[in-house]
């Protein structure tokens, strides 16, 4: 009995050998909704008056808005937002998927059929237990299995929850 026991467990750790694929651990299981300790959007400059601006959102309810270029108000700002907006903004992650996300949607490596130059992109980041998870986002990559629906999405929320909308359109 004792051998048939180690045999077990030699195909269970066989097994379970095939299962890393050099993916960390915080990409391969969901992440819950509770908390995070920083959300990050930045949008990025194209080929016109695209607003340029950053801004972080951290667990406590501080919003710091950077912005940069096209947006009614340039410089930093630091506001607050009420504990049921981080709530919210947490369950926006959620929604999305963030963490099905590839890391990357800008060219054809990373599934872009088409690629259109000179539309601005976009970065999410979440910082989680002290580890980061960030996509890149180029508004010019298409195609049928770029998420751009969830990604804009949740851009937008961010934004919608973090108040940034006052600060950005001119």
């Known amino acids: 009995m004792r051998m048939q026991g180690k045999w077990i467990a030699a195909a269970a750790a066989l097994l379970l050998s095939g299962c890393s694929d050099s993916v960390p651990p915080w990409e391969q299981a969901p992440w819950p909704v509770e908390g995070y300790e920083v959300v990050y959007l930045g949008r990025s400059a194209c080929y016109g008056e695209c607003p340029v601006y950053e801004v972080e959102v951290f667990e406590e309810g501080r919003v710091r808005y950077t912005g940069e270029a096209f947006v009614k108000t340039t410089g930093v700002r630091e506001t607050r937002i009420d504990r049921r907006a981080v709530d919210q903004l947490a369950k926006a992650i959620q929604a999305s998927r963030f963490d099905t996300l590839r890391r990357s949607y800008q060219d ?9 130059t000179d539309a601005p992109s976009l970065t999410l980041a979440v910082r989680r237990d002290g580890r980061t998870r960030s996509v890149n986002y180029y508004f010019g990559c298409e195609g049928r299995d770029i998420p ?10 961010i934004d919608q929850l973090a108040g940034t909308r006052a600060l950005v359109e001119k």
Do not use: P
């Open 108 to 116: 054809e490596a990373d599934g872009c059929e088409n690629v259109i």
């Open 148 to 157: 751009s629906a969830r990604i804009v999405s949740l851009a937008d929320r």
